[in-house]
């Protein structure tokens, strides 16, 4: 289970069905958003394309029950994905257009996207892969790769809230 399909543990709907939601969060899931070309049999679309949805709200969405028009289903479902990316926003970060999630949040990650940083000012500074191996207890291919973005080519941002002074 995904970081993104744990977060809907005890979040509020975020489709909310006229007449069909139960607004009870400890019911909710997250939903996956079925879209042409993202899903198939057997085959969930990537959890950037999902919604927390309460357990009534996600069986409408999936049509086990068909209380509302399935054109009205569809464009409210889409509005609660909106609505989730909004609220999942920092997670939504760190994962790939693939629903992958990548840097130092990745499951197996070794360094830190700090790490990752220091490596690379390191080796342009002139410090040689051999030696940056040593002293992250890294190989010497992985930090070749690190320093030719080949791999951890994406490091996440770090948001911050602002207000409108700045």
Known sequence: MSKITQ?????RCQIRFPGVCNY???TTVFAHYRLAGYCGTGIKPPDFMGAYACSRCHDE????TRHLEADFVQTAFAEGVMRTMVRLGGIMSEVSRYGRVFGERHPVAKLSDEDVGRIRALNARGV???DLAEAFGLSVSAVGK??????RYVITAKWRDCDADG
């Open 146 to 151: 690190i320093c030719r973005f080949e791999r």
């Open 7 to 11: 977060s809907a543990r005890g979040e």
């Open 24 to 26: 009870d969060p400890e």
């Open 128 to 130: 040689s892969y051999a």
């Open 61 to 64: 969405a999936d049509r086990r």
